[in-house]
T-cell receptor, first 113, second 113 residues
Framework: DGGITQSPKYLFRKEGQNVTLSCEQN?????MYWYRQDPGQGLRLIYY???????QKGDIAEGYSVSREKKESFPLTVTSAQKNPTAFYLC????????????FGSGTQLSVL | QQQVKQSPQSLIVQKGGISIINCAYE??????FPWYQQFPGKGPALLIA?????SEKKEGRFTISFNKSAKQFSLHIMDSQPGDSATYFC????????????FGGGTRLMVKP
């Protein structure tokens, strides 16, 4: 089955630690996105990438970093500079040229120990 | 700056009733208005979408009503069922910039049996 796989489903971060969230898609989509979801605040865009080896900051990029070395993979690192990392993180992808339908993964819940 | 405002934050409806969720936007350049449905612990999935050249779009029990002059659009769920209990997000984007979907804050719908 084609889709987006996010791992792990739950992740705990210690103070001062960097953690990396995995996102893999086998939909052959060009564009990939990371969103942060907090209760009552909807989905906020962290980073997005439209092609391999290129990515752009979204609305709340501070304290996060990404890479796009392969079309299928778009990992997100939550650095120690992100002071309030507890949230539900969603990865999404979209096929370029298709009306704006986003396909989402099942998310990773990150909590601070 | 919240460009898409969604209300209510939560909604309780009896089985068989009509659920109505409203969204208002500010940017007149927006020309694509999707609704996403999210079940607990899952990523959102596209439910229905509309473009401003029509005032209404219906798919099964789900209808989007669009009022361009008022810059408002709403989701109506007819004959609401317990299986419709989920969080609903409205969103908006402009042109072909699907990467710049702006989401509303979400509405948690509970349909009581």
């Amino acid at each position: 089955d084609g889709g987006i796989t996010q791992s792990p489903k739950y992740l705990f971060r210690k103070e001062g630690q960097n953690v990396t969230l995995s996102c893999e898609q086998n939909l052959n989509h060009d564009a990939m996105y990371w969103y942060r979801q907090d209760p009552g605040q909807g989905l906020r865009l962290i980073y997005y990438s439209q092609i391999v080896n290129d990515f752009q900051k979204g609305d709340i990029a501070e304290g996060y970093s990404v890479s796009r070395e392969k079309k299928e993979s778009f990992p997100l690192t939550v650095t120690s500079a992100q002071k309030n990392p507890t949230a539900f993180y969603l990865c999404a992808s979209r096929r370029t040229g298709v009306p704006e339908k986003l396909f989402f993964g099942s998310g990773t819940q990150l909590s601070v120990l | 700056q919240q460009q898409v405002k969604q209300s209510p934050q939560s909604l309780i409806v009896q089985k068989g009733g009509i659920s109505i969720i409203n969204c208002a936007y500010e940017n007149t350049a927006f020309d694509y208005f999707p609704w996403y449905q999210q079940f607990p612990g899952k990523g959102p999935a596209l439910l229905i979408a509309i473009r401003p050249d029509v005032s209404e779009k219906k798919e099964g029990r789900f209808t989007i009503s669009f009022n361009k002059s008022a810059k408002q659009f709403s989701l109506h769920i007819m004959d609401s069922q317990p299986g419709d209990s989920a969080t609903y997000f409205c969103a908006a984007s402009k042109g072909n910039a699907g990467n710049m979907l702006t989401f509303g804050g979400g509405t948690r719908l509970m349909v009581k049996p």
